[in-house]
């Protein structure tokens, strides 16, 4: 009788432990440069969060280079998004929406920044409004 809550307790915790193991980030960017273009834009769009996340982490530690290298590179897989999702004609609303979301936060983030740090930033998120703008116009475009 006892089994059944050792039982349980045993498939939770495995259970756990595979939820948990998600893709290095290393491990997604090799997987969204070898994937089918129309399954490109939301691997891009997951590096560049995950890079949005690690970049707000550093500025609060104050690792100010570590920092930009993350701004840098959100604004270059959101630039991968983008182009994938016109390519493939896929995940356009969704790269559109996660970009236009991450150009807000970057702003957030701008703002909690010294003065001096702030340009990169907010630069970063003037790129990716203008890429969320660009989406919005393609999706709603004459003569699709």
């Given at each position: 009788?006892?089994?059944?809550?050792?039982?349980?307790?045993?498939?939770?915790?495995?259970?756990?432990s595979?939820?948990?193991?998600?893709?290095?980030?290393?491990?997604?960017?090799?997987?969204?440069?070898?994937?089918?273009?129309?399954?490109?834009?939301?691997?891009?769009?997951?590096?560049?969060?995950?890079?949005?996340?690690?970049?707000?982490?550093?500025?609060?530690?104050?690792?100010?280079?570590?920092?930009?290298?993350?701004?840098?590179?959100?604004?270059?897989y959101?630039?991968?998004?983008?182009?994938?999702?016109?390519?493939?004609?896929?995940?356009?609303?969704?790269?559109?929406?996660?970009?236009?979301?991450?150009?807000?936060?970057?702003?957030?983030?701008?703002?909690?920044?010294?003065?001096?740090?702030?340009?990169?930033?907010?630069?970063?998120?003037?790129?990716?409004?203008?890429?969320?703008?660009?989406?919005?116009?393609?999706?709603?475009?004459?003569?699709?």
């Amino acid at each position: 009788m006892h089994r059944l809550p050792i039982l349980a307790l045993v498939l939770a915790v495995t259970a756990t432990s595979l939820a948990s193991k998600e893709p290095s980030l290393e491990e997604l960017i090799a997987r969204a440069k070898s994937a089918p273009v129309k399954e490109q834009p939301s691997l891009y769009v997951e590096i560049a969060e995950r890079q949005l996340k690690s970049a707000d982490e550093l500025y609060n530690a104050g690792n100010v280079e570590e920092a930009r290298k993350s701004v840098a590179d959100i604004v270059t897989y959101s630039e991968k998004a983008h182009d994938a999702a016109i390519e493939s004609g896929k995940k356009v609303k969704s790269v559109e929406m996660a970009v236009r979301k991450m150009s807000h936060k970057l702003n957030d983030v701008k703002r909690t920044l010294n003065f001096e740090d702030q340009a990169p930033v907010g630069e970063a998120a003037d790129q990716l409004q203008k890429l969320a703008d660009d989406l919005l116009t393609y999706m709603f475009r004459k003569g699709k």
